[in-house]
């Protein structure tokens, strides 16, 4: 079983930034590809980035050049620096793990968070 919990959600203006982090425990994080989603209101889950245990990433179109995500595996955390955010970035971002990968299919991952509200105002 691994647990995942997310921080560093908020309140921004257009063109702002958040970082966001994902702490694991529970089980070998380094086993696991990570990945992060997001939910609009009435949408569905959507994919934005994943990192594998040698540092290889992939992000979704829509946040290219403006998201990086990162692992620290001794220290079992996931960071997604965003920046120059937009208002259709307004979603709750959920940190997920999965033993495949990597991937960007939401079936993919067994383990999620509970999400962290990311609002950006115009």
């Known amino acids: 079983q691994v647990q995942l919990v997310e921080s560093g959600g908020g309140l921004v203006q257009a063109g702002g930034s958040l970082r966001l982090s994902c702490a694991a425990s529970g089980r070998t994080f380094s086993n696991y590809v990570m990945g992060w989603f997001r939910q609009a209101p009435g949408k569905e889950r959507e994919f934005v980035a994943t990192?594998?245990?040698?540092?290889?990433?992939y992000y979704a179109d829509s946040v290219k050049g403006r998201f990086t995500i990162s692992r620290d595996n001794a220290k079992n955390t996931v960071v997604m620096q965003m920046y120059s955010l937009k208002p259709e970035d307004t979603a709750v971002y959920y940190c997920?793990?999965?033993?495949?990968?990597?991937?960007?299919?939401?079936?993919?991952?067994?383990?999620w968070g509970q999400g962290t509200q990311v609002t950006v105002s115009s």
């Open positions: 997920a793990a999965s033993s495949r990968g990597p991937t960007r299919l939401y079936s993919d991952y067994t383990y």
């Open positions: 990192i594998t245990y040698f540092r290889s990433t």
